[in-house]
């Protein structure tokens, strides 16, 4: 019998790494994961593109050269660092006029895609393609995990390769399939071969999503329910087929919470850091937010966040109609983000049309949404689906408590209130029987109630703050995975 093969570097790519580029979740996770892979022994290179403004938040810079290579775009070259901030190590892919730019990874500065994200994507994946080889900077990963759909062409080429290092394909959210035409697919050079309803195409175009789901050796998703859901036709994108094909080489992790960044005890950004023991503090945070954000100054009335891009997954609508139903009720609202400009109209008309009770902050703001953990009741998040979500996470961590729909990660992290689970100390939040504003209405009703009963609350909120999302076991399983994808191809 040969002996288990250790495993030991491993080349992480990404398309978003807080601090250095960060639009969601993938971003925090892309930060947190690596790190924690590094605790445990392994030699973690995280690869991203060096966006505007990421090369100055690193230190201990190295220049790792040009990369050359077939189909790569000449000036290419690597930066090694240190990220000032985490500690994390990582290679930054510059390519003149490709990423620094104006704007987020994806689009620019008015929302709109850059018209060239298959070409900046591909050349990240040849460039991953070339370290995965060995040809670069004497290193050479073991293993390669690659996330969503913009590294989805690593898979497919490496397999094309001989001695290639066998690849891990994690999917952050299904629905962003990395969708492009006919002519992009021959400008790629790639394979025509690869052009067929067993390799890429999709409905007469190709997606970057299908290549990773199809090529890598084995999948990942970000919960045990979203690894479930994906499968079915409800949730499945189109992909729910080939996902079912691929169903014993997929398997469901739970993100983790970097409690470093995300800590009510130690938290930077916040007036007045708190513990479950001292939760008057947190009192004093909720009427600096309140000032802050120009709502009236109302200890006694609930005060309910939400942090978010606003789009249709994550069930703004619901929080809109939900909003308009509770206009005169006693009830106020903090919520930050963008996005969609509809989402974004009626919020700013909602807000002027009751400027004590709703708060609107229509932009990104990393202190503001620590701010919002630390000073409101309750945390909503009624979203359609949701692969893990790392909102409601941090909520419990800050006794600020979610309320939820039944989905992905939504469902496998938080415990709905009823007199039972609240007894045995187990309620960690609400959750809603469905996506829907009736069922929404009926939870939200119940979850005030229990905000007005001072001993049910207190229990819910310290129970909430005793859970454990740290990274510690996640890691543990990425890396028996790794090891068992090593060993067994
Ligand atoms: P998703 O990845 O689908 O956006 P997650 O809940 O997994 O959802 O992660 C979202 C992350 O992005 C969280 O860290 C959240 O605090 C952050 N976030 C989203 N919108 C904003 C915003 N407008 N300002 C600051 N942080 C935001």
């Known amino acids: ?21 960060k639009v969601g979740g993938l971003a925090d996770v892309s930060s947190s994961l690596p790190r924690a892979l590094a605790t445990k022994g392994l030699n973690v290179v995280t690869l991203l593109p060096a966006y505007q403004g990421a090369l100055t938040q690193l230190e201990n810079t190295r220049a790792l050269g040009a990369i050359n290579g077939p189909l790569l775009m000449p000036d290419l070259s690597l930066i090694e ?49 070339e370290i995965a080889s060995g040809r670069v900077a004497d290193w050479q990963p073991d293993l390669v995990h690659c996330n969503d759909w913009q590294t989805g062409l690593i898979p497919v080429l490496l397999k094309q390769a001989s001695l290639a290092p066998p690849t891990l394909f994690t999917i952050h959210n299904l629905a962003y399939l990395g ?5 992009i697919f021959s400008q790629l050079q790639l394979p025509p071969a690869l052009w067929s309803f067993d390799a890429l195409e999709f409905h007469g175009r190709f997606s970057y999503l299908k290549g990773g789901l199809g090529f890598a050796d084995a999948l990942t998703t970000v919960s045990p329910t979203y690894a479930k859901e994906i499968q079915t036709e409800d949730y499945g ?115 002027e049309a009751h400027p004590s009770a709703i708060s609107f902050t229509p932009s990104y703001d990393e202190q503001l949404a620590h701010q919002i953990e630390a000073g409101a009741d309750f945390f909503l998040m009624p979203s359609r689906y949701e692969p893990c979500g790392l909102n409601q996470m941090y909520s419990l961590r800050y006794g600020t408590v979610p309320i939820v729909t039944p989905t992905g990660g939504l469902a496998d992290t938080i415990i709905h209130t009823t007199p039972g689970t609240l007894s045995k100390k187990q309620a960690t939040g609400f959750v809603t029987k469905g996506a829907d504003l009736p069922n929404l209405k009926q939870t939200f009703k119940h979850a005030l109630n229990i905000y007005k009963d001072k001993a049910a609350w207190l229990k819910l909120r310290r129970t909430g703050m005793q859970q454990d999302f740290s990274w510690g076991k996640s890691a543990a399983a990425y890396l028996q995975l790794y090891e068992k994808i090593v060993n067994t191809g």
């Open 1 to 21: 019998m040969t002996p288990n093969r250790s495993i030991r570097n491993i080349l992480f790519v990404t398309s978003e790494c807080y601090p250095l580029a």
């Open 81 to 129: 660092g240190t990220v000032k901030q985490t500690g994390q190590r990582v290679w930054l892919l510059q390519a003149p006029g490709l990423y620094d730019r104006d704007g987020t990874p994806y689009a620019d500065a008015y929302g709109h895609d850059w018209p060239d994200n298959w070409q900046r994507y591909a050349q990240l994946c040849r460039v991953a393609c």
């Open 179 to 183: 969708l492009f035409d006919g002519d």
């Open 237 to 351: 994108c189109g992909l729910d087929g080939l996902l079912r094909f691929r169903k014993k080489a997929l398997t469901g992790i739970l993100n983790g919470v970097d409690y470093e960044t995300w800590n009510p005890e130690t938290d930077p950004t916040i007036a007045f850091p708190y513990t479950s023991q001292s939760l008057t503090e947190k009192a004093k945070n909720k009427k600096h937010l309140q000032k802050k954000t120009g709502l009236a100054p109302k200890s006694n009335q609930p005060l309910i966040g939400l942090i978010s891009r606003l789009v249709e997954q994550k069930g703004i609508d619901l929080i809109i109609d939900l909003m308009k139903a509770y206009a005169d009720e006693p009830v106020q609202w903090v919520t930050l983000g963008n996005g969609n400009v509809d989402y974004e109209r009626e919020l700013k008309a909602l807000a």
